[in-house]
C-alpha cells in the first residue's frame, strides 16, 4: 500500500511526544472500532504514518509567557478519551452536546465580535494575543518559533513526496496554519520548487478546528499578498474541513468560500468540503471543549473520512 497518513496537532501546551502520539492514535482507533470493526483498526495499525510533534517547541514557550505546566497533564486526556469511548456514533449530536455544554461563550463572543473589523482597527494581534498566543507568536518576526515548528512538518512531507506516497495529512487548529505554509512553501520557494513541480500533491488534505478563515490569520498566511496561482498552494488534490460547534478557534467555521479560487484556478481537483457544524462531546476536568482534538478524531464525520481513504 503506497499511502501515508501525517497527522499534526495543535496549540497549548502538550503532553510528551509518545503520549500525545499514542493518544491520537487510540481516539482513531476507537472511532474506526466503533463504526467499522476490527478490521478497519487492523488496516489503520498496518498504515504508513507519522506523528508531527512540536510540543516541546511551544511549551517551552508557553512555560515562559505565561507561566503554564510542562508537560501538560495525559492523565486527563485519557480520562476524556475513556468518557468519549461511551458514546455511540449516533450520540454525536446536538441533543447530547447540550448535556454537556459548559463552554465561557466570552471567548467565542469575542472572536465573533471583533474578526470581521480588527484588520481595520488594526488590534488584531493583540486579541489574538489573549486567545492563543502561540498563535501570535507564529508570526513574530524577531522569533523562530514559526520557522521551527514548520521545520517539524517539512522533512516529513518531503519524504514523501519523494516516496511518491498517496498522502493524507490531518491537521489541527494551528497546525493547520502550519500546514498551509508548509504547502506553500514546497509550492513557491525556488529550493522546493525545483524538486516537487512534477504533479506531487497531497491526496487529502484534512484540517480540524482550523482558524485559517479567521479575517486576521488569513491576512497573515503565506501568500496572502501574491496573486492568481502564486497566492496559493498547487499540491493538495483534496480538502476537507471539520469544525464543531462553539469551538472559537474555528469561530469561522466555512473555509470552502474564502479559499474557493483554489479550485476555481484548477490547483485542486475538487472545492473545499466543510462540515458543520459537528458536535465535539470532549469534556475534561469537568468542563466541555468543543475544541479537543481528541473529540474531532473519534467523531464519526472524521471516521468516516479516513476509513473511505484507506480502502
Same mark, same amino acid.
Given at each position: 500500500?503506497?499511502?501515508?497518513?501525517?497527522?499534526?496537532?495543535?496549540?497549548?501546551?502538550?503532553?510528551?511526544?509518545?503520549?500525545?502520539?499514542?493518544?491520537?492514535?487510540?481516539?482513531?482507533?476507537?472511532?474506526?472500532?466503533?463504526?467499522?470493526?476490527?478490521?478497519?483498526?487492523?488496516?489503520?495499525?498496518?498504515?504508513?504514518?507519522?506523528?508531527?510533534?512540536?510540543?516541546?517547541?511551544?511549551?517551552?514557550?508557553?512555560?515562559?509567557?505565561?507561566?503554564?505546566?510542562?508537560?501538560?497533564?495525559?492523565?486527563?486526556?485519557?480520562?476524556?478519551?475513556?468518557?468519549?469511548?461511551?458514546?455511540?456514533?449516533?450520540?454525536?449530536?446536538?441533543?447530547?452536546?447540550?448535556?454537556?455544554?459548559?463552554?465561557?461563550?466570552?471567548?467565542?463572543?469575542?472572536?465573533?465580535?471583533?474578526?470581521?473589523?480588527?484588520?481595520?482597527?488594526?488590534?488584531?494581534?493583540?486579541?489574538?494575543?489573549?486567545?492563543?498566543?502561540?498563535?501570535?507568536?507564529? *508570526?513574530?518576526?524577531?522569533?523562530?518559533?514559526?520557522?521551527?515548528?514548520? *521545520?517539524?512538518?517539512?522533512?516529513?512531507?518531503?519524504?514523501?513526496?519523494?516516496?511518491?506516497?498517496?498522502?493524507?495529512?490531518?491537521?489541527?487548529?494551528?497546525?493547520?496554519?502550519?500546514?498551509?505554509?508548509?504547502? *506553500?512553501?514546497?509550492?513557491?520557494?525556488?529550493?522546493?520548487?525545483?524538486?516537487?513541480?512534477?504533479?506531487?500533491?497531497?491526496?487529502?488534505?484534512?484540517?480540524?478546528?482550523?482558524?485559517?478563515?479567521?479575517?486576521?490569520?488569513?491576512?497573515?498566511?503565506?501568500?496572502?499578498?501574491?496573486?492568481?496561482?502564486?497566492?496559493?498552494?498547487?499540491?493538495?488534490?483534496?480538502?476537507?474541513?471539520?469544525?464543531?460547534?462553539?469551538?472559537?478557534?474555528?469561530?469561522?467555521?466555512?473555509?470552502?468560500?474564502?479559499?474557493?479560487?483554489?479550485?476555481?484556478?484548477?490547483?485542486?481537483?475538487?472545492?473545499?468540503?466543510?462540515?458543520?457544524?459537528?458536535?465535539?462531546?470532549?469534556?475534561?476536568?469537568?468542563?466541555?471543549?468543543?475544541?479537543?482534538?481528541?473529540?474531532?478524531?473519534?467523531?464519526?464525520?472524521?471516521?468516516?473520512?479516513?476509513?473511505? *481513504?484507506?480502502?
Amino acid at each position: 500500500m503506497n499511502k501515508k497518513l501525517i497527522f499534526i496537532h495543535g496549540r497549548a501546551t502538550k503532553p510528551l511526544e509518545d503520549d500525545l502520539r499514542d493518544l491520537w492514535y487510540e481516539a482513531v482507533k476507537s472511532g474506526l472500532k466503533r463504526d467499522y470493526g476490527d478490521s478497519a483498526v487492523q488496516k489503520f495499525e498496518s498504515m504508513d504514518k507519522e506523528f508531527v510533534y512540536y510540543g516541546d517547541i511551544s511549551n517551552d514557550f508557553l512555560h515562559k509567557k505565561r507561566g503554564h505546566t510542562i508537560p501538560d497533564d495525559i492523565g486527563t486526556r485519557k480520562a476524556a478519551l475513556e468518557k468519549l469511548k461511551s458514546f455511540s456514533a449516533d450520540q454525536f449530536n446536538k441533543a447530547e452536546y447540550k448535556k454537556i455544554r459548559q463552554l465561557n461563550h466570552l471567548k467565542e463572543l469575542l472572536a465573533d465580535t471583533f474578526s470581521g473589523i480588527i484588520r481595520l482597527l488594526r488590534i488584531g494581534n493583540k486579541l489574538v494575543s489573549v486567545i492563543a498566543p502561540d498563535m501570535a507568536e507564529y *508570526w513574530n518576526r524577531e522569533a523562530y518559533f514559526g520557522s521551527d515548528v514548520r *521545520w517539524r512538518l517539512t522533512p516529513v512531507l518531503e519524504q514523501a513526496f519523494v516516496e511518491k506516497k498517496q498522502i493524507m495529512l490531518v491537521a489541527h487548529s494551528l497546525g493547520t496554519i502550519i500546514s498551509y505554509d508548509t504547502l *506553500w512553501k514546497f509550492s513557491h520557494y525556488s529550493e522546493y520548487r525545483s524538486q516537487f513541480n512534477n504533479g506531487e500533491k497531497l491526496d487529502l488534505f484534512v484540517t480540524m478546528g482550523s482558524p485559517l478563515a479567521d479575517e486576521n490569520i488569513k491576512s497573515q498566511i503565506k501568500g496572502m499578498r501574491s496573486k492568481g496561482t502564486f497566492r496559493y498552494p498547487n499540491n493538495i488534490k483534496n480538502w476537507i474541513n471539520i469544525s464543531a460547534e462553539d469551538d472559537y478557534i474555528s469561530h469561522d467555521s466555512r473555509l470552502s468560500n474564502d479559499f474557493r479560487k483554489i479550485h476555481k484556478l484548477g490547483l485542486m481537483e475538487n472545492p473545499i468540503k466543510d462540515i458543520y457544524p459537528i458536535y465535539n462531546l470532549t469534556v475534561r476536568n469537568n468542563k466541555s471543549n468543543p475544541h479537543s482534538s481528541i473529540g474531532y478524531l473519534i467523531h464519526p464525520a472524521f471516521t468516516k473520512i479516513i476509513h473511505d *481513504w484507506m480502502q
